[in-house]
Each structure stands twice: as structure tokens, then as C-alpha cells.
């Protein structure tokens, strides 16, 4: 039981960290000093174990809300790539609060 809500608590914090990535994007654009932070995280060719410890952290925090703006605006671009990031975003909050649901409803038949 400690093992599952420590891997809760993780995914949460990294969820977590998605939803802020993803919300700075959607109101300041990538042209801003977080986003710079966060760009640095990545590395191409990572040489040893923290660089490869330092993708991992990237892709689990920031990665997929950072990948998927940039992807989103080189395509589409201005006010239209902005409305279709918030679609996504909006997207995912609802397929995760779908995949909750069905979590706690598996915890609470376990438990009971």
C-alpha cells in the first residue's frame, strides 16, 4: 500500500508540473524565462547517467506539455494554435478525470 501511494504521489507531482507547463505556455507563450528554464532540461545526446536522469525528469515534468505546444504552434500558429492547445489541454483534463474515477472506483471495491 505505501509503494502504491508513493507512485500516486509521484504521478501527481508530475501531472502537476505538466498543468503549470502547460497553462504558462498557453498564457505567455514560449518566449518567456520559464520556458527558457525549461528547455534546458533536454538533452540530445545525453553522455552519462544524469543527463539521461535529467530526460527522464524532463519528459516526466515538462516534456509532453512542452513537445506538444511547440508541435501545436509551428503548425498552426498565433491565436488558432493557442484555441487548439487549450483543446488538448482541455482534452486530457477530461481522459484524466475519466482514468480517476475508474481508479477510485477500483480502490474503493478493493477496500471495502
Request: some cysteine; proline content about 2%; overall charge positive.
Amino acid at each position: 500500500m505505501i509503494l502504491y501511494a508513493s507512485v500516486m504521489f509521484l504521478l501527481s507531482i508530475c501531472l502537476t508540473f505538466q498543468y503549470v507547463t502547460a497553462f504558462m505556455f498557453l498564457m505567455f507563450g514560449r518566449n518567456n524565462p520559464y520556458a527558457r528554464f525549461v528547455e534546458k532540461f533536454y538533452e540530445h545526446q545525453p553522455k552519462d547517467w544524469y543527463d539521461k536522469f535529467m530526460n527522464f525528469f524532463y519528459i516526466m515534468n515538462y516534456g509532453v506539455a512542452h513537445r506538444g505546444y511547440v508541435k501545436v504552434m509551428e503548425k498552426h500558429g498565433g491565436i488558432k494554435g493557442k484555441l487548439r492547445y487549450a483543446g488538448l489541454v482541455f482534452i486530457a483534463t477530461v481522459i484524466l478525470a475519466i482514468i480517476g474515477n475508474i481508479i477510485n472506483a477500483i480502490e474503493v471495491r478493493l477496500t471495502s
